[in-house]
């Protein structure tokens, strides 16, 4: 119902920049927050960036200082600029674009990319 597409991933050295792009579509109205995770081999996926469609962002610690997250609810694409990459920024990034309810009754729905690829080498 809901198509998430994420892209912009690469190769890049330590202190460079990267900026990854998501774009969701389908049955979309509803989306309400999107963002990005990362998973590093061998461990669990974390939160990187969130930006509700009020736009609210939301950052983890380790890349708050150096990351910024924007996006255009009227079309559902989100942007993940990326600097001072660090080879701990290494991971497979995946865009998030979730549904959060707002009233108890209500479920939340989230909705995954594929993931893209980010290597930092030093």
């Known amino acids: 119902q809901v198509q998430v597409v994420e892209s912009g991933g690469g190769l890049v050295k330590a202190g460079e920049s990267l900026s990854l792009s998501c774009v969701a579509s389908?049955?979309?109205?509803?989306?309400?927050?999107m963002g990005w995770y990362r998973q590093a081999p061998g461990k669990q996926r974390e939160l990187v960036a969130t930006?509700?469609?009020?736009?609210?962002?939301n950052y983890a610690d380790s890349v708050k200082a150096r990351f910024t997250i924007s996006g255009d609810y009227a079309k559902k694409i989100v942007y993940l600029q990326m600097n001072s990459l660090e080879v701990e920024d290494t991971a497979v990034y995946y865009c998030n674009a979730a549904h959060v309810p707002i009233i108890i009754e209500g479920s939340r729905y989230d909705y995954w990319g594929q993931g893209t690829q980010v290597t930092v080498s030093s």
């Open positions: 389908g049955s979309t109205a509803t989306i309400n927050l």
């Open positions: 930006i509700s469609s009020k736009g609210r962002a």
